[in-house]
């Protein structure tokens, strides 16, 4: 994540993760991170994908996290 970070926004890692959330792990831990920002009254997310290959990511959060994380 750090490599596609910086390589994407030309910046440190560090500077950019200070400004936005990041999250690297399972789905269950997504979701429990993006459970926290809904508790917290937010009703958009955004997801950006660290990875070239956006469209299997894509597919990868369609299957295994929104019909999780409901309406």
Do not use: K
Request: hydrophobic share 40%.
């Amino acid at each position: 994540m750090r490599r596609f970070i910086e390589g994407y926004y030309g910046a440190p890692y560090e500077v950019i993760a200070a400004r936005w959330g990041h999250y690297a792990g399972s789905p269950e831990g997504c979701l429990e991170w993006l459970g926290a920002f809904r508790e917290a009254g937010a009703r958009h997310i955004v997801l950006r994908f660290a990875s070239a290959d956006q469209a299997t990511q894509m597919e990868r959060a369609t299957r295994s996290l929104l019909p999780r994380l409901g309406g």
